[in-house]
């Protein structure tokens, strides 16, 4: 599967539980919207992955990936120490000039 490099980046940096790659995925003033709760800004994203990684060790497993107009859907396989683990979730990502503009995380 092709995949474009930030969303690489963004698996790899998940895979290691490194949350400043992470989060320099993000523009600086990207938003992520996630378990009903939004975080704006590359510092406010740095810290709630770093906190997630912490809770729940997820790693993820890309399963499918399309472009669509301004959205991209990544399908990836979600697995950690959270109840229902593992999970498939769907990341619907804004992209520009080579940064995730926007992230929404559904299942």
């Known amino acids: 599967m092709k995949l474009p490099k930030v969303i690489t980046k963004l698996v790899e940096a998940q895979n290691q539980a490194d949350s400043v790659a992470y989060a320099n995925c ?8 996630d378990e009903g709760k939004t975080y704006k ?14 809770n729940y060790k997820a790693v993820m497993q890309p ?3 399309e472009e669509k107009e301004t959205t991209s859907i990544l399908k990836a396989e979600v697995s950690g ?22 992230l929404k995380i559904t299942t």
């Open 26 to 33: 993000f523009s600086e003033t990207a938003t992520v919207f």
């Open 41 to 54: 800004g590359k510092t406010d994203i740095e810290q709630w992955i770093a906190n997630a990684n912490e």
């Open 63 to 65: 399963l499918h990936f």
């Open 81 to 102: 120490t959270f109840p229902g683990s593992p999970v498939v979730l769907n990341y619907h990502l804004e992209i520009a000039d080579g940064h995730i503009q926007s």
